[in-house]
């Protein structure tokens, strides 16, 4: 393979994953009129029931069917709910502003059929996987994003004071990074839930977790940005620029931003699966986001050593959660290698 | 079994005789051996005066012996070390004869001064032992007199309605050992964790080994009072059936499933529905042990709503509203509840007695829920609704809290199947899951919040141990801790019921008297009772002797007959 076709292909599958990136936060955007049901409804007659498979009708059109040897679909096995596009639903709040009934797809009203068919099956209470997948991953994303950059603007602002101020500023505040990165945040959330007041509301919650996962985890970024600018204003071409009577806001524009900003972009990609992750983390130990509000973190919750491998649909957050992680590391890896090469 | 197919043997080819003279003996052939049971909890003490938590009590029962038992599954009583007993036409008298030949692990006799060393200690205020209330029913005072070598008398003030029940918990201390620590004022301080080779009862067991947060390993009493067969006591073969007896503790459920999958431990009690149906998925797979639902237990799942003075405002103006209090109960959906987060292993409850309870248990009728009657209870209560969210007669929208323990699954699920329910009433709950000590902390100090879904267990089918949950001064009265002045007339009602049942010597009056507390329960609902789950335990197919029950531990309280099968190929 030659070296120019190579790059070409680097190329398109950069441009590939920020695509996927993109098309991911359209679909989360998006998400209350692509998904079937609201996250909240709980479809009592039909706890735990599995993935509804896709069935061309020739009469009837689309139809989600329900798989024959479910072990949880009841008496009438084997029945088919048709669906079709932009269907009246339940209402659902677009972006939590404006009520809308229609949705994207969804099944056929007025049809007697013994579940009206869910795509990723349902969880313990009935609620619906798919919708809740992609609803919950818009509030995972927006935690995790959230918290990046808070934290990020918070090292940058630290570690760029530190480094600039230098000697006894420096100091004091890199013992105190130093310090709070000994402490355990988990501890320090399960306080503070203790602490807060009771009637918080889930968006509320939502705003506190992002807050706090923020305020924990920027100690890294400061650390980093700190040593590259006190790196960067060691060079001798800063110095040169300095005797050359170059202002500080020229050396900042010319010399500083490059290399800070690429230390913020890598710190990006790693901090927002991290923060995902501790959100799964919290919300699974039933002290991130609540009810009625779906995460991933919630749906993992859900599953018991039994539903392992019986109700394997329970585990698409994961899988979700590790294709996240694995898109922003391929972004890194593109990222490291476009500036080496 | 070698003797059992003996005895299947004899039924096959000539008459139920043989099989009699065999199986009269409770171990058979299957002497010995050694077995293990999980524990999900740690005892926190080995001594019977300050042991207050279940991990305690059930590990001292294998320890120590009481006068009069109670079966776990009948919940009749059951001689121990008393061999009789009579109680007077007016129930003040409790007369009981102690047994020949009962004697302590370290081979000392128990006699009438160990008796009554044991009733000394138990109601000394100083030594402030749990039993002690029971004992002193409304303050009065019982009067113990040593009768002559063997027998006790145990004298009332006022009708014990219990009867001779109250002895069941009861465990006859050593006087030899413990005297010198009870007069120098250190009863309490007494086989503590680390005291544990040194204790000595008059159980089937005694302590060969201990390693906490491991394991506890007990060997067989010798000197164990109950003989294996007729009664001979000449004869050797004693009870236990087994030699040793290993209480493994494993607080981790998915790992002790696992275990007695890989043979490591014999009995399993406390299962959640999902591991049971595991459990007996795998039986087809070769699974050597089985899987027993008992039935509804004694622990239910209740709504606690708050009822402290002062309380949080403005929720507590509705909260002290019955029709609201009512309308909740109308609107929760049990039957859901049992269904999706018990896998239909669990009751509904109207109040919080499982139908299945012998003596107390109401009726079961099925409990409709009924959205449209709730909310017409709400509206003939001044409330309203405005985009359909209910407001209160000066126009506040009702928003609640809901808080609850955390890292509990089920618990989880069922606070989210109330936040539905609440939701078709027009009212947003806000679920609250707390960390198990700030929980405690809310609950009895700070007092400051709207509902609670809590989990309590009731201690015994008898009635008894409801006071300290409903009653206005009781321990675990948790939603109201006092003190109130007034109080509501039901609840005085409530108060005075709950205590008069304790000295009345009429049980089908007695009965009554407790249909009309849960009928004033069921017109105020000062909580909503929601499910009760089963109790679902499981045992290796090794095991053999086990008569499960709901009262105490399902195993252990019988554990001296339980056996270990022979292996065969």
Known sequence: ?341 | MISRSRCWLGLLILVALPCQAVAETVCGDARGGAAVVSLPSEPRTFNPMVARDAASLSVLGVLMEEAVGVHSRTSEPRPLLAEEWTLSEDRKQLHFKLREGARFSDGQPVTVDDVLFTFTALLDENVGAPQRDLLLQGGQHVGVVKVDERSIRLEMEKPHAVGVRMLDSLFILPRHRLLEAYRSGTLGDAWALDAATEVVGAGPFQVQSYEPGVELVLERNPHYWRSDGDGDSDGDARLPCLDRLTLRFESNPDRAVARLGAGETDFLSGLSAERFELLQRSRSDGLEASALDLGPGLTYDLIVFNSNTPGPLPAREWLDEVAFRRAVSMAVDRQAIARLVYRGRAEALRVHIASTDPIWGVEAAPISVDVAAARQVLADAGFGWRDDQLVDDSGRRVRLSLIHSAGNANRGRIAAILQEDLRKLGVELVVVPLEFASLVERLFEKRDYELALLTLARGDFDPNPDVSVFSSTGANHVWDRGPRDPLPAWQQDIDRLLAEQMFEPDQDRRIEMYRQFLALLQEHVPVVPLTARHSLVAYSDRLGGVDAGLLGHPLLWNVEEVYLREERD
């Open chain 1, 1 to 341: 393979m030659s070296a120019e076709s190579r790059s070409r292909i680097r190329i398109s599958r950069r441009t590939m994953s920020v695509a996927a990136f993109v098309a991911l936060l359209t679909i989360l955007g998006l998400a209350d009129l692509l998904v079937p049901y609201s996250a909240r409804t709980q479809h009592r007659e039909h706890p735990l029931e599995g993935p509804s498979t896709w069935r061309w009708l020739p009469e009837e059109g689309f139809a989600l069917c329900q798989p024959r040897n479910s072990a949880e679909s009841g008496p009438q096995q084997g029945t088919c709910a048709t669906w079709s596009l932009l269907v009246e639903g339940e209402v659902v709040s677009v972006l939590g502003r404006w009520g809308s009934s229609l949705h994207l797809v969804g099944s056929d009203p007025g049809q007697t059929v013994s579940s009206p068919g869910f795509v990723l099956g349902t969880d313990s209470l009935g609620r619906d996987v798919w919708s809740r997948l992609v609803l919950g991953g818009r509030v995972s994303l927006a935690v995790g994003a959230g918290a990046t950059l808070l934290a990020l603007g918070l090292g940058l602002l630290v570690g760029t004071t530190s480094a600039v101020a230098g000697d006894r500023v420096d100091a004091v505040l890199m013992r105190c990074v130093d310090l709070l990165l000994s402490i355990p945040w988990l501890l320090v959330v399960v306080a503070l839930r203790a602490a807060l007041p009771l009637d918080l509301r889930p968006e509320v919650m939502l705003v506190a977790l992002i807050v706090l996962l923020g305020l924990m985890g920027w100690m890294r970024t400061a650390q980093l940005v700190r040593n590259v600018v006190i790196e960067t204003l060691r060079r001798p071409y800063v110095d040169a620029a300095r005797s050359l009577g170059a202002s500080l806001p020229h050396i900042v524009r010319q010399h500083l931003v490059a290399p800070t900003t690429h230390v913020l972009r890598g710190q990006a990609l790693l901090l927002l699966p991290s923060f995902i992750a501790a959100e799964v983390t919290l919300s699974f130990l039933g002290l991130g986001i609540l009810d009625p509000m779906p995460s991933w973190g919630q749906m993992l919750a859900d599953i018991s050593v039994d539903s392992l491998l019986r109700h394997w649909w329970l585990l698409s957050p994961a899988a979700a959660l590790a294709g996240v992680a694995w898109l922003c590391h391929l972004l890194a890896r593109r990222m490291v290698r476009g500036r080496v090469v």
